[in-house]
């Protein structure tokens, strides 16, 4: 069956820290992956996805993720962290051929100022 | 008005009761998803739909109905309500499989609490 799993499941971090949120996928087909955030009271919005093409994608706000096929893994990733990134974080999949999309657990964020 | 509108937004049932949530889009998306959040276990996919009178089960279906006899709503019903169902539950919507995640749109949420 179609799952993912984030492993952190709260991250605390003082600003300009790097961070890399784990997120794993169990699928043997074609995958399509998201990254989503929730900032407090509001919705999940987009930060990025991959469908296919260059492994490595970039997304909104300075985050990118890493596609790796062989690891079944599309780690989430920002080079120095800012307060305002302080929010959960939601890995998700939707294979090929369903349109069942499938969110982890999800990761809470905390940056300190 | 335009969007995706879930109700109620608040809930409180008893154990036993039957609750219907009522979901309602008005882009005429294909797919449609219920899912509930619960603190440690993020969004779990309760049912979706890919079209009018298609559903299929999510992660989590044991205890739910759905059906889909339009294509603008998605009500989900608990059958008989247990205190494990209280939670929030959210709504959403997107058009066609190859947009599907990138153009996701979410319902405000209903807030649940089973007695």
């Known amino acids: 069956a179609q799952s993912v799993s984030q492993h952190n499941h709260h991250v605390i971090l003082s600003e300009a820290a790097s961070l890399e949120l784990g997120c794993n996928y169990s699928?043997?087909?074609?995958?399509?992956l998201f990254w989503y955030v929730q900032y407090p009271g509001q919705h999940l919005q987009l930060l990025l996805k991959?469908?296919?093409?260059?492994?490595l994608v970039k997304g909104i706000k300075g985050f990118e993720a890493e596609f790796i096929k062989s690891k079944f893994s599309f780690n989430l990733r920002k080079p120095s962290v800012q307060w305002s990134d302080t929010a959960e974080y939601f890995c998700?999949?939707?294979?090929?051929?369903?349109?069942?999309?499938?969110f982890g657990q999800g990761t809470t964020l905390q940056v300190k100022p | 008005d335009a969007g995706i509108t879930q109700s109620p937004r608040y809930k409180i049932t008893e154990t036993g009761r039957q609750v219907t949530l009522m979901c309602h889009q008005t882009w005429s998306h294909s797919y449609m998803f219920w899912y509930r959040q619960d603190l440690g276990h993020g969004l779990r996919l309760i049912y979706y739909?890919?079209?009018?009178?298609?559903?299929d089960k999510g992660e989590v279906p044991d205890g739910y109905v759905v059906s889909r006899s339009k294509t603008e709503n998605f009500p989900l019903t608990l059958e008989s309500a247990t205190r494990s169902q209280t939670s929030v539950y959210f709504c959403?919507?997107?058009?066609?499989?190859?947009?599907?995640?990138?153009?996701?749109?979410f319902g405000s949420g209903t807030q649940l609490s089973v007695l």
């Open positions: 739909s890919a079209a009018a009178d298609i559903t």
């Open positions: 991959y469908f296919s093409g260059d492994p």
């Open positions: 959403a919507s997107s058009d066609e499989r190859r947009e599907l995640g990138e153009k996701l749109f």
């Open positions: 699928y043997g087909g074609t995958v399509n």
């Open positions: 998700a999949v939707t294979s090929g051929n369903t349109g069942k999309l499938i």
